[in-house]
T-cell receptor
Framework: GAVVSQHPSRVICKSGTSVKIECRSL??????MFWYRQFPKQSLMLMAT?????????EQGVEKDKFLINHASLTLSTLTVTSAHPEDSSFYIC??????????????FGNGTRLTVT | AQSVAQPEDQVKVAEGNPLTVKCTYS??????LFWYVQYPNRGLQFLLK??????LVKGSYGFEAEFNKSQTSFHLKKPSALVSDSALYFC?????????????FGSGTRLQVQP
């Protein structure tokens, strides 16, 4: 149980275009989803916290107009990288918390999306 | 602020030998500590967690971790390493006091188990 599906797994796009990444909780409902970014050989950096039905909370230094997050339902959150640039190339990973899960419950992660901007 | 340190970028062990991956943390309240493993181009898989109770926690695939409050450490261990354990390991913390729901991750340690 507790499967998080992330799509696409890989995407290559041209500079200036936008890319949408989907994160779905397949067998549970998630009021909160987290979007992380991972640079090569580095840790996961939290980008934003996505709450169902409300605006996302962005971490300091993350441009909310560039990384648009929508959490329209209890099973789907999307991250749209707008006007992508080569420096946006990275590995993006989403994670989700079950509805009404305890504070000490582990997060469930998607398999990540490798974005390459040419 | 909560933070996690993994002092070793890489750990190499021979198959069958015990392994240890180190982690230290810093929080203002009680820590909730987690270990995750990541295989190439994949998301993170949960291994184990410490919330309260016994300092030695057992998790998936034969891994265990020991919580040491005085040393603020939560080292990951396995008595006998397998080649298939080779992966990237992340320690993470959530501070009970901050109310912050996201995890803060360490920089990761790449484990190489040599046949």
């Amino acid at each position: 149980g507790a499967v998080v599906s992330q799509h696409p797994s890989r995407v290559i796009c041209k500079s200036g275009t936008s890319v949408k990444i989907e994160c779905r909780s397949l067998d549970f409902q998630a009021t909160t989803m987290f979007w992380y970014r991972q640079f090569p050989k580095q840790s996961l950096m939290l980008m934003a916290t996505s709450n169902e039905g409300s605006k996302a909370t962005y971490e300091q230094g993350v441009e909310k107009d560039k990384f648009l997050i929508n959490h329209a339902s209890l099973t789907l959150s999307t991250l749209t990288v707008t006007s992508a640039h080569p420096e946006d190339s990275s590995f993006y990973i989403c994670s989700a918390r079950l509805v009404r899960s305890s504070y000490n419950s582990p997060l469930h992660f998607g398999n990540g999306t490798r974005l390459t901007v040419t | 602020a909560q933070s996690v340190a993994q002092p070793e970028d890489q750990v190499k062990v021979a198959e069958g030998n015990p392994l240890t991956v180190k982690c230290t943390y810093s929080v203002s309240g009680n820590p909730y500590l987690f270990w995750y493993v990541q295989y190439p181009n994949r998301g993170l898989q949960f291994l184990l967690k410490y919330i309260t109770g016994d300092n030695l926690v057992k998790g998936s695939y034969g891994f265990e971790a020991e919580f040491n409050k005085s040393q603020t450490s939560f080292h990951l261990k396995k008595p006998s390493a397998l080649v298939s354990d080779s992966a990237l390991y992340f320690c993470a913390v959530r501070d009970e006091r901050t109310g912050r729901r996201a995890l803060t991750f360490g920089s990761g340690t790449r484990l190489q188990v040599q046949p």
